[in-house]
């Protein structure tokens, strides 16, 4: 009777703490309003910002917004007394500064677009030598009585000679032989003639410029390496893949073209190579650039299990301005999980001030160079400010702002808590028990099935975190048409739906850094294959 006496008069108190716990915590997400979410995004999603491209002004731009609004909430700079954690990139791009052909310039992307990694030179001809398919066999070959080396060289980069029944000159029969299938041998073959430079042409070059124009030219990312770093360019020839346009405008010197080429062979059954009177002046060539475009940090410190760490993360950077003046916005990607960090610091921030602050230390990241390659996140799980080892979860926000494809005609409140249970048995009952409390929306784990072809879980930045046993939580709205295209602006953003994906994030951050026990790591991480 004692016991029964003493639990009685228990429960009330238990009940009174939980009910205490709760409107503290709604009272600090409550913080995290539609309006403040808009302020932040019509900003970084602005002209001025550029598209937050890496190695960019409006990068830098960025980062030095997110740093200030860090420093007015409180948060303590995390790197030294900086808020900035460098990331040592390298910028490979294939430049090319002129291009004349019988003295007309041409303009890279636009007119044509080159594949190579040669040395950055000069390139000069007054004769250009034409191989027709470029095929060489036994039977027929586009090189006899040509040296090719040191010249430039047009080749059709496709098809085969063919008869006028229609059957191939290089198997007999109406099958096509590898000289079509397969994508690189006549290159190949030309290439072991060492000419200068390949002019490639093709139906379908101008298909590709028009699709992807200026993107050509973006070059590639990686994180520079700690040992010296060794130039590799190569001495084969640069491959300047032309239209069948700009193919004929050369062949014209013999009064032919790419058609009455086909039509001469087919006749003939006879290759038809041949010298063209053609000027050629080019400069270009592979680049390299150092960048040290910064992952952002700021931190809570926790109270007793402070050496115990959350990461609240999103990537700042998107695709920036292209060298032909395109602009994408980003607001979605992701200038909708910048803003996410930012508020969901500021609710922690507010209580931190009030003397609520977490117990665990949290860190909010915002990442560079995700686009280039999760480069970012990848140079911070190698560069960790915080043990990794004490690390206790990553909440990371990339692209909460917008309806998906799959859900617009359907239930709009929902969002794709992706790989929750990857790895803690703990972590996705955290995640849907704060959502039952408090937003109430449906989570979505399409995304989890293995056999998921879009392999969203390896796509953003919280899978560097995962790889070394990090439980994490991905969240993510879901793909739409405006997604890396110029049209993903701020109009566009649900941002009632956003508000209500940052809360979810700050009552699960809530719990986890707040619990007794930090999250058990307890499950086989799944395999990277196919990332």
Not at 169 to 188: A, E, N, P, V, Y
Not at 206 to 214: N, P, Q
Request: net charge neutral; charged share 20%.
């Amino acid at each position: 009777m004692k016991k029964f006496f003493f639990v009685s008069l228990l429960i009330p108190t238990l009940f009174s703490c939980s009910v205490n716990q709760h409107t503290l915590q709604k009272k600090y997400a409550d913080l995290l309003t539609e309006e403040s979410a808009k302020s932040h995004l019509t900003i970084l999603a602005s002209k001025e910002f550029a598209g937050r491209g890496t190695g960019q002004e409006g990068g830098k731009k960025t980062v030095e917004y997110i740093a200030k609004v860090f420093q007015e909430l409180g948060l303590k700079p995390a790197v030294n007394g900086s808020y900035y954690q460098p990331v040592n990139l390298v910028k490979s791009s294939y430049v090319v500064e002129q291009f004349n052909l019988n003295n007309q310039t041409l303009v890279n992307a636009k007119d044509f677009y080159v594949t190579g990694s040669n040395a950055f030179r000069n390139f000069n001809a007054s004769e250009i030598v034409f191989v027709g398919y470029g095929i060489n066999t036994p039977s027929y070959s586009d090189y006899a009585g040509q040296n090719l080396a040191g010249k430039v060289v047009l080749v059709i980069n496709e098809g085969e000679p063919m008869d006028a029944s229609g059957n191939s000159l290089i198997t007999g029969t109406s099958t096509l032989s590898d000289w079509s299938t397969s994508r690189s041998k006549r290159l190949q073959e030309v290439m072991k003639q060492n000419p200068a430079l390949i002019l490639s042409a093709n139906s379908q070059a101008a298909e590709m410029i028009k699709r992807f124009g200026s993107r050509m030219t973006s070059g590639s990312y990686r994180l520079k390496s700690t040992d010296k770093e060794t130039t590799n360019n190569s001495t084969a020839a640069p491959v300047v893949n032309i239209t069948e346009a700009t193919a004929n405008q050369i062949l014209a010197a013999n009064n032919t073209s790419i058609s009455k080429f086909k039509q001469t062979v087919s006749s003939t059954k006879k290759p038809n190579s041949s010298v063209l009177k053609a000027s050629l002046n080019a400069s270009m060539g592979s680049k390299k650039e150092d960048l040290f475009d910064p992952n952002v940090l700021g931190v809570i410190e926790g109270t007793d299990l402070k050496d115990e760490v959350l990461i609240i993360s999103g990537h700042y950077d998107h695709d920036g301005v292209l060298p032909d003046g395109t602009f994408f916005p980003g607001a979605d990607d992701n200038g909708s999980g910048t803003v996410g960090v930012m508020e969901v610091a500021k609710a922690f921030a507010a209580a931190k001030k009030a003397g609520k602050g977490p117990r665990r230390t949290i860190l909010f990241m915002a990442f560079a160079a995700e686009e280039k390659g999760l480069l970012g996140s990848d140079f911070y799980s190698q560069n960790p400010v915080y043990p990794l080892a004490n690390t206790v979860a990553c909440l990371n926000m990339d692209m909460i702002g917008r309806i998906d494809n799959k859900h617009l005609e359907g239930n709009h409140n929902y969002i794709h808590a992706i790989g929750s249970e990857m790895l803690s048995s703990e972590l996705k009952a955290i995640n849907e028990k704060a959502n039952q409390d408090f937003t109430q929306m449906e989570l979505d784990y399409m995304y989890d099935d293995p056999k998921d072809p879009m392999r969203i879980y390896y796509r953003s930045d919280q899978y560097n975190l995962a790889k070394h046993n990090i439980p994490v939580i991905f969240y993510f709205s879901g793909l739409h048409p405006d997604y890396h295209t110029p049209n993903d602006t701020v109009d566009k953003i649900n941002f009632p739906m956003m508000a209500k994906r940052e809360k979810l994030v700050f009552h699960t951050a809530w719990e986890i850094a707040n619990r007794d026990k930090k999250l058990v790591v307890d499950k086989t991480p799944p395999p990277a294959s196919g990332r």
